[in-house]
């Protein structure tokens, strides 16, 4: 049977529109995705929107429109954003649609049958801008204002449904202790678990009220046991990435053939919302006895031109900034940019500047100037036929050896989410390449007749080179390797992964076709 991979993104409020921070955990997840497929694996992608909540209710009054007119136009930006940079998502949840809705209703009901939820009341701060309540001493120490957005936290009083969080918390830190790539990166799996183990001993780990009084929210999932509440929207929206496969017990479009996707491989999240991830999500899925993910990835945060994104400034990385960048450079650009400027987990800074260094120094001077030397030469000296690749070429031996790192180290480096390495192995490949040719300077050796099998071998080696570097890179610039490949013409082979990773793979004989540059230079 078919290894299966499932990979999801958060899903996005829709109480504002789509900017670079969304477009980034949704081009990594894409790349997993494409990756993962192109490897044989039977992959799910899921991404979609979390339309409950007080959030989108206040985004809603400001606009003069109701919460569900809200979402409906919102996520069309979403869905537009998500087609501009060729997202492969193979299923998109709305938490407002009725499947959804359901499915928590089920979760929560589990949770209730099984006694992990009771009565209890509530009276303290909360956060409105992150939907959360926060205990005393964290409110004191940020001056009663949310650590987040600033803003001035709220005093709530009602009764509520509460889940037994504390009950599991120990449990937890035996997993994640047990686990450790369960939380990645390293740095943020320490933080989580110093957090925890410090709430435990300091008697500040409540348990997590996970409904809102409805007179005054009425905006969200009815509690399945108690219609003057609903389900609190971090609750609603975290058990999308189980709910969306399909409940079978109680019916659903997918007839349970998506079961087989759980538990997901991983969950890809930015580090504001970690706490939800890896302390909420896991506790309430051993109480129901559900597998846990295999792993929760935390990113880094984007800052554009050295400040920190927000509002008030105005300076978001907007949808429309984003498609400002892909009509001058590519969308293919853009999705590499976001994975090479920054390693996945740290944080990066998007600047106009480092964006065309990137392009110019990589894409145009580095892979499409040894597509396009490779091409010239063997339509000049070949015909436009690869050459045979006759002699053994002792200068070849970087080019190899860079091309089988690639092959051996790319699995791993994909499920650990490091695509800076994966891109520096690519790199790497690219380079020795080009060495190789300067190296071996076959222009020279093609005055000479007697050098022919020499120069063929050199130009295999180069065509080669560039056709595994263009299906490693394919995930990331599905676009641009799709034309190389084709201008190789290598765009009809088939195979897994593994074939077409592997050295040797393009025929002699197969013509070449001479195309346009495929990063023209940036002045
Ligand atoms: N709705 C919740 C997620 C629920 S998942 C069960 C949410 N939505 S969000 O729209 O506010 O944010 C979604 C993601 O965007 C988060 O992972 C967040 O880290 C990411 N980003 C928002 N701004 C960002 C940057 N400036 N840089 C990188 N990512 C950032 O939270």
Known sequence: MTETYYVTTPIYYVNDVPHIGHSYTTVAADVLARYFRAAQRDVHFLTGTDEHGIKIVKAAEKKNTTPQQLADEVVVGFRDLWDMLNISNDNFIRTTEPRHKKRVQKLVQDLVDRDEVYLGSYEGWYDEG??????????????????????????YSEQNWFFRLGKWAPKLIEYIEANPKFIQPTPRRNEVLSK???????????????????????????????????????VDALSNYYNALGIPEIGDEFDGKFAKYWPADVHLIGKDILWFHAVYWPCILMALDIPMPKKIFAHGWWTSEGKKMSKSMGNFISREEIAGFCDEYSRDMYRYYLLRAVSFGTDGDFSADMFKQIYNSELANGIGNLLSRTIKMIDKYFGGEIPEPVETLEEAALVHAAAKAIYEQSDEMMQNCAFHHYIDKIISLVSATNAFIDDTAPFKLAKDESQRSRL????????????????????????????????????QTQGTLAELGKWGGIKPGTKIVQTDPLFPRKQ
């Open 130 to 155: 992150q939907e959360e309540y926060v205990t005393e001493s964290a409110a004191r120490d940020n001056d009663y204002k949310s650590e987040i957005n600033g803003k001035p936290l709220v005093r």
């Open 196 to 234: 925890l183990k410090m709430s435990i001993d300091a008697g500040e780990l409540p348990d997590l009220c996970i409904s809102r009084n409805k007179e005054k929210l009425p905006w969200g999932v009815e509690m399945p046991n108690d219609p003057s509440h609903v389900v609190y929207v971090w």
């Open 456 to 491: 063929g071998s050199i130009l295999y080696t180069c065509a080669e080179a560039v056709r595994i570097i263009m299906v490693y890179l394919a995930p990331i610039m599905p676009d641009k390797t799709a034309s190389a490949l084709q201008s190789l013409g290598c765009e």
